[in-house]
């Protein structure tokens, strides 16, 4: 008999609306291979829901503060129900920027330098030279993210951006050229690497999850040597944070004139979107991975570690 499935979505961070639609397409994928399954839309008496439910396991399908950096996988932990994706410990320091940057970094993962700054004192003055980007410290999606290059109008309190919602934000220096990513399943990095090409802007929340406003390219047109090492970094940094079950790591290529060649780890993704737009199912597809096999694996996964 297959094991009864909660799947939990939505919640209340920044990246609700997005949870939902990856929760209800992992729901209807489990529902079809014969899994019982209830899905879950995560409020604060999630833990009461769950200790009334007893699932067997419980497919995490929130992206976000409170959903992906640690404090759902507690409760689970407390519940003893297993769950799909990684544990506490590195879903709570993948999701802070600045330490999984330390981290992967001491793991021989080239990350750009940064620093961390009072929100108030990016209106004082330029943190680091133009171009740079301004990042909540720990927000998933790009919510959030700014970019300021030379001749831009400087910050202001008024003007939408991280400052506005957190007392410390993110700066660091601005990487040119490619966007590039890959997955890690299980223990391996996946043979497809994707190249994201933004139509406008930069690969920002709305390039993400608006159908036609970016370009997925799979494989990635980059030389061998770069697609190789981006699936070398990939799974260095899934191990070195001590991910489970999948991940996805983003990375920049600067392939531009003029450029230094370098290729660094923006961040690793802990809980990657399910959506119809995702990359992580996209890549699984271009192994042979069905989305019903991927969802199934990821609940077999988790089950195993009961």
């Known amino acids: 008999m297959k094991p009864h499935v909660a799947v939990i979505k939505g919640g209340w961070s920044a990246e609700r609306d997005v949870s939902l639609v990856s929760g209800s397409a992992a729901a209807r994928a489990l ?3 014969g899994y019982r399954v209830t899905e879950i839309d995560a409020g604060h008496d999630l833990a009461q829901k769950l200790a009334e439910l007893k699932p067997d396991v419980a497919f995490n399908a929130l992206h976000g503060r409170w959903g992906e950096d640690g404090c759902v ?17 590195a879903s709570a320091v993948a999701m802070n920027k600045p330490m999984a940057k330390r ?28 171009p740079y980007v301004v990042k909540p410290v720990d927000e998933g999606s790009s919510v959030g993210v700014v970019i300021l290059h030379p001749g831009d109008n400087t910050f202001s309190p008024d003007v939408e951006g991280p400052w506005q919602q957190n ?14 990513t890959c997955a890690v399943i299980g223990d391996r990095a996946t043979t497809g690497v994707t190249e994201l090409r933004p139509k406008r802007g930069f690969y920002d929340y709305e390039a993400k999850y608006s159908e036609g406003l970016t370009e997925h390219l799979i494989p990635a047109p980059v030389d061998p040597e770069i ?4 699936r070398h970094l990939a799974l260095s940094a899934h191990r070195a944070l001590g991910c489970r079950g999948v991940s996805r790591a983003d990375f920049r290529f600067d392939d531009t004139s003029g450029g230094a060649g370098e290729l660094i780890l923006l961040e690793v993704n802990t809980q990657p979107g399910m959506t119809p737009l995702s990359l992580v199912p996209e890549m699984a597809a271009y192994e042979g991975i ?6 199934v694996w990821m609940v077999e996964d988790a089950s195993c570690r009961r």
């Open 103 to 130: 981290v992967c970094a001491a793991a021989g993962v080239p990350v750009t330098e940064d620093r961390v700054v009072a929100s108030e004192d990016l209106f004082k003055a330029d943190p680091l030279p133009r």
């Open 290 to 295: 069905s989305f019903e096999d991927l969802v």
């Open 227 to 230: 697609y190789e090492r981006v």
């Open 167 to 180: 007392t410390e934000v993110m700066v660091e220096r601005y990487i040119a050229g490619r966007e590039l």
């Open 73 to 89: 996988q507690g409760i689970l932990e407390v519940l003893e129900i297993p769950y799909t994706h990684s544990g506490v410990m």
């Open 31 to 33: 529902a079809a291979r």
